[in-house]
């Protein structure tokens, strides 16, 4: 059996906890063989994602393992980019998730499967709200944007552990998307910003907001009760070299 290929890190660096301890830590490629890692990761911090919060998917656990099932169709179908934060050590390994980013990469040489994901019945009530968020934020994007551009990343989640917080990840994540259109000659990538310090972490890196929706406006639009935690949503956009 062909070993697998060594992860390629992309960032390595540092941060002070509010105690002054410095945390080492880097960015990397997950690899292959912690794919259960990763979905135990995200199942666990769902919670934590404002989308699925309004949708309330982490308060039922038949409907966390309906998403886990979707997240593997669709990793199957268009295998993602993603990259989890850990601590930086010496060995090529590591012992626990930190932070995950992922990126799909959407393209009009890609097959087209909406006709597909039509057909599919949610067996959780939880599950089909999700869909709806997708169905009220796609409109929201450009025209003339994706007419641009034949290709470009599209950002899912940046989750990071509570523990974790406050440490700069995001930032690093935002970093590391564009580092990743520069490695494969990717033009764009963008993503809907759902957190204050998601927002915050792209403006510092140079991202320009493409659209931006109010919580009140989707609240209205999907019948869910959003935390106000931000005024609104913002969709926002960098090319590899800012």
Not at 34 to 52: G, P, V
Not at 163 to 172: A, F, K
Not at 211 to 222: F, K, M, R, Y
Request: net charge neutral; with cysteine; hydrophobic share 35%.
């Amino acid at each position: 059996m062909a070993s697998e290929t060594k992860p390629k890190v992309w960032i390595r660096f540092q941060s002070k906890r509010q105690d002054g301890s410095i945390v080492k830590l880097r960015i990397q490629d997950l690899p292959k063989h912690r794919m259960d890692d990763l979905m135990t990761f995200l199942t666990t911090y769902i919670r934590d994602e404002s989308c699925h919060k309004a949708a309330g998917v982490y308060k039922n656990q038949k409907a966390i393992e309906e998403y886990k099932t979707i997240l593997k169709r669709t990793y199957e179908s268009n295998p993602p980019q993603i990259a989890v934060c850990c601590l930086d050590t010496e060995s090529d390994d590591f012992a626990e998730i930190l932070a995950v980013s992922t990126v799909l990469l959407m393209a009009s040489s890609l097959k087209d499967s909406k006709g597909e994901k039509g057909k599919i019945q949610h067996e959780n009530k939880e599950i089909q709200p999700l869909s709806n968020i997708i169905v009220v934020l796609s409109p929201q994007f450009p025209k003339s944007v994706k007419e641009k551009y034949e290709k470009y990343y599209d950002g899912r989640e940046i989750l990071v552990r509570p523990d974790y917080r406050g440490l700069g990840i995001t930032s690093q994540m935002m970093i590391q998307r564009r580092l990743l259109c520069q490695e494969y000659k990717v033009p764009m990538t963008c993503a809907w910003m759902t957190s204050m310090e998601s927002q915050k972490a792209a403006e510092r890196d140079g991202w320009k907001t493409l659209a931006e929706i109010t919580l009140e406006e989707l609240d209205n639009l999907t019948g869910l009760d959003f935390e106000k935690d931000v005024s609104t949503y913002k969709l926002m956009m960098a090319t590899p070299n800012i």
